[in-house]
């Protein structure tokens, strides 16, 4: 695999396009001075991750004795919780904060960003082909910049949709994240228990 597929593959991964809605709907409670830092904030704490899992994820879950398929199923959980809320919204938001206050790390940096899926992909890469630590990092940079320019320009989208279309969106995308995270839940349980 080349770094332009190993980009394509992580971008396609981290599904900016689909969590636009999640974004969205998460930032604007947040007041519209501090939206943009919070953003900033949030994809670079998903990018230190992701390097993080790129070149020490396999060692880390092997100190932690922990298996890539207990990530998809606790990924998968959380997903379903916060798809949950986009359909039946409640007076906290998607992610149960009050209005104004900032998310911090969950869950638009985990999972959204840097979920479950993008970061068994990327041990995965290492774990194929360790050699090529240079090609995987710099594939990792080109989608998550990609992912980053698409987030970051979410308002165009508010803007396109209105309150009505995003709300219309984040209900159809909290159906879609329903099935993602069910499908990812029984990955984790199928890979485990072929594995045993």
């Known amino acids: 695999m080349d770094i332009l597929s190993a980009a394509l ?30 953003l900033v904030r949030e994809l670079l704490i998903s990018l230190v991750i992701m390097l993080l899992f790129l070149y020490t994820g396999e060692a880390m879950l092997s100190v932690l004795n922990l ?39 969950v869950p638009l940096a985990v999972p959204l ?3 479950p899926s993008i970061l068994a992909a990327l041990i995965l890469l ?9 090609d995987w990092t710099v594939a990792l ?10 987030l970051l320009f979410y308002k165009v989208f508010s803007r396109l949709l209105g309150e009505k279309g995003l709300t219309a969106v984040e209900r159809l995308m909290g159906m ?21």
Request: proline share 4%; aromatic share 8%.
């Open 67 to 105: 298996r890539s398929e207990s990530v998809s199923i606790a990924g998968g959980i959380i997903l379903f919780l916060i798809a949950i809320r986009m359909i039946f919204p409640q007076p906290g938001g998607v992610v149960g904060l009050a209005a104004g206050e900032e998310p911090f790390i």
């Open 176 to 196: 879609v994240l329903v099935m993602i995270s069910v499908q990812m839940f029984l990955d984790g349980i199928s890979s485990y228990i072929g594995q045993n």
């Open 141 to 150: 940079l080109i989608a998550w910049g990609l992912s980053a320019i698409i």
């Open 126 to 134: 290492a774990h194929t082909d360790g050699e090529r630590m240079l």
């Open 113 to 115: 960003m840097a979920g």
């Open 9 to 38: 593959m992580l971008f396609l991964i981290m599904d900016p396009l689909g969590n636009l809605p999640i974004f969205a709907s998460i930032l604007r409670h947040i007041d519209a001075k501090k939206r943009r830092r919070v």
